[in-house]
């Protein structure tokens, strides 16, 4: 148990429809990543947040988006769904404080089907 | 921008035996880290092993062991005494040293079968 949750476990929903993912940091850690892991695209990093602000973004499609809260949770919110955003996402994180570059530590993930 | 590389789809091991699973890397920094994450059948991310890019001792953890070659950018993963649990998809996965904005970038991973 890496100690980074996430919920829920799977999801299954419909084209054009809109979701919510939610995970939970180790405790003490002030950064989270979110990562998708496709098939056809392997794991792909998607948006960092510190402490609240937006550090990083790749290969994030604008009709998704995050936030990170003032208790250090994080939610990905996917919007207008298609087919090809069924994947597994993976929420990461890790300590990033101090300017030092640390180990990430990965939730269990949120499968996700479009139908 | 960086990469890597496994160009290893798939290795079987019998149980018992060493297997090395080999990962390449590219980048034009002198900062970084290098990890290796295993990801059974379960799907859960998990951490095997880490090696900072200015240490010239290579890690150790256990049974798993890197060979890490900076200026061949290599960085490979030995499992000595393979078990039935290591069988899984390794991924290797590199990070700049640059504070808080430290995202990972993975190879396509390789997939291990661990044989009784």
């Known amino acids: 148990d890496s100690g980074v949750t996430q919920t829920p476990k799977h999801l299954i929903t419909a084209t054009g429809q809109r979701v919510t993912l939610r995970c939970s940091p180790r405790s003490g850690d002030l950064s989270v990543y979110w990562y998708q892991q496709s098939l056809d695209q392997g794991l792909q990093f998607l948006i960092q947040y510190y402490n609240g602000e937006e550090r990083a973004k790749g290969n994030i499609l604008e009709r998704f988006s995050a936030q990170q809260f003032p208790d250090l949770h994080s939610e990905l919110n996917l919007s207008s769904l298609e087919l090809g955003d069924s994947a597994l996402y993976f929420c990461?994180?890790?300590?990033?404080?101090?300017?030092?570059?640390?180990?990430?530590?990965f939730g269990p993930g949120t499968r996700l089907t479009v139908l | 921008a960086q990469t890597v590389t496994q160009s290893q789809p798939e290795m079987s091991v019998q149980e018992a035996e060493t297997v090395t699973l080999s990962c390449t890397y590219d980048?034009?920094?002198?900062?970084?880290?290098l990890f290796w994450y295993k990801q059974p059948p379960s799907r859960q991310m998990i951490l095997v092993i880490r090696q900072e890019a200015y240490k010239q001792q290579n890690a150790t953890e256990n049974r798993f062991s890197v060979n890490f070659q900076k200026a061949a950018k290599s960085f490979s993963l030995k499992i000595s005494d393979s078990q039935l649990g290591d069988t899984a998809m390794y991924f290797c996965?590199?990070?700049?040293?640059?504070?808080?904005?430290?995202?990972?970038?993975f190879g396509k991973g390789i997939t291990l079968s661990v044989r009784p």
């Open positions: 996965a590199f990070t700049l040293y640059t504070g808080a904005n430290s995202k990972l970038t």
């Open positions: 990461a994180s890790s300590v990033a404080s101090g300017g030092k570059t640390d180990t990430q530590y």
């Open positions: 980048t034009s920094e002198n900062n970084y880290y």
